[in-house]
């Protein structure tokens, strides 16, 4: 059980925060003040830091200074793109503005916490299956009904990502993020057009799982019947 700890001092925004990742199954720990979540990661080390910017006494950019190789995703209301652009080359991983909604949160730690699990360029090796879609990334191949489909590394790895975290919309900045590795020049263009490989690919062999457009924000399966 990975755990997440939550630095906020706002106790409503930080008992719904932690009361999402409890429901999706993580561990959190929760800190207040800029202070007392030094204190805390003296104690503990989690696997990912959620920081609020403004917190009591010593603020969230101080704390980050603090911080090393873990990751962390701010969540602040500043939404200046200086900000974003500050703090992510001070340290964080990912900005997210508040209010925000909750399913891009999770997909947006699940995307990190993949990330510190795999090292370098190596997908993930372990198999997965949704509805009658398997996906083996050891071989690059997807089986549905012992009918075998070959898979590129890029393909795979956005197959792997939409499969980990089926039950969420996967934003296209989160996709070219998690595939840049295979393909460093992927660009939204090209994005679409591994999609429809992939689509093609799927229904060449019936697969109930299809790849589905949610409109202005990204991808994620749907189960045909």
Do not use: W
């Amino acid at each position: 059980m990975e755990t997440i700890a939550v630095i906020e001092d706002n106790v409503l925004t930080g008992d719904m925060i932690t009361e999402i990742l409890m429901e999706e199954g993580f561990h959190v720990i929760r800190a207040y003040s800029g202070t007392e979540a030094l204190y805390l990661l003296k104690q503990k080390t989690p696997d990912l830091i959620l920081l609020d910017l403004v917190l009591p006494g010593l603020g969230g950019e101080s704390v980050l200074e603090h911080i090393k190789d873990i990751p962390v995703i701010i969540l602040s209301s500043r939404a200046e793109v200086e900000d974003k652009i500050h703090l992510l080359n001070e340290g964080a991983c990912d900005y997210i503005t508040k209010p925000f909604d909750t399913r891009e949160l999770i997909a947006r730690i699940l995307v990190q916490l993949r990330k510190e699990k795999n090292t370098g360029n190596h997908i993930d090796q372990s198999t997965l299956s949704v509805g009658n879609l398997t996906l083996d990334p050891l071989s690059l191949h997807a089986i549905v009904q012992s009918q075998v489909i070959k898979l590129t590394k890029t393909e795979c790895v956005i197959l792997k990502l939409l499969m980990s975290h089926s039950r969420y919309t996967i934003s296209k900045d989160l996709l070219l993020d998690s595939i840049s590795y295979e393909t460093p020049d992927c660009t939204e263009k090209s994005l679409k057009q591994h999609i429809y490989n992939l689509r093609k690919k799927l229904n060449s062999v019936d697969s109930s799982i299809q790849i589905e457009t949610v409109r202005g924000v990204g991808f994620k399966l749907s189960e045909n019947g």
